[in-house]
């Protein structure tokens, strides 16, 4: 009785032992299976679905990565046109020579005549003018002849080459004065008639 009572106690001690070493197994499965389905998110310690976090997980994932993006170039500016070089300032036209001013003498009104005489062509020299003034009429531009025929036909001689009215004015160089009296017109137009009839009034010797 002794005997049957301690087997039946041992046996359910071995049952038991069973039992809790097929419980701890058990367990131990399910303690692996929650630590690996844990890691992953999919559960809880429980081993109870965790719905949310597998939504989280599920949104992660789908998630796309999005690459960083640089900043768009600023767009080109146009070179700027090149300025044009300021144009070559002229330089000044030279100044005009200052009119020659003549003495009022003998001597200026021979120089003036000849740079009248020369800008119209006409030959002529300071010699020959002042040689055939001296004997004309001694350089006096007021001298007149009231003697000889050319007086008498009332046309007299006047001025420093002693011209008569009709020559004066047939000869007369425009740009002078129309006075006979003026020793630079008188001179001047006395130098154009010789020019005509003798060449020059360089070639004058005596009375023309």
Sequence with gaps: MLVNTLFRTSNRRSTSSRRAGLAVSAAGVDIAAVATVTSAGAYTAQGEEAAPAIEAAAVVEQAPTLEPQSAPLPAAVP?????????????????????PVYADNLDGWIREALDILAANNIPASYDGI???????????????????????????????????????????????????????????????????????????????
């Excluded at 300025?83 to 009119?99: K, L, M, R, S």
């Excluded at 002042?130 to 001025?159: V, Y």
């Excluded at 008188?186 to 010789?194: E, L």
Aim: aromatic share 8%; hydrophobic share 40%.
């Design 79 to 99: 070179a700027p046109a090149p300025v044009p070089a300021p144009a070559p300032v002229p330089a000044p036209a030279p100044a005009p020579a200052p009119a």
């Design 130 to 208: 002042h040689r055939n003034i001296m004997r004309e009429s001694t350089g006096n531009p007021q001298a007149i002849n009231l003697w000889d025929s050319n007086a008498a036909a009332g046309i007299p001689s006047k001025g420093l080459l002693q011209v008569i009215d009709p020559t004066f004015q047939a000869y007369h160089v425009a740009g002078t004065s129309t006075d006979i009296w003026d020793p630079v017109a008188n001179i001047v137009a006395a130098c154009n008639y010789a020019a005509h009839r003798y060449g020059s009034m360089d070639n004058v010797n005596s009375a023309y």
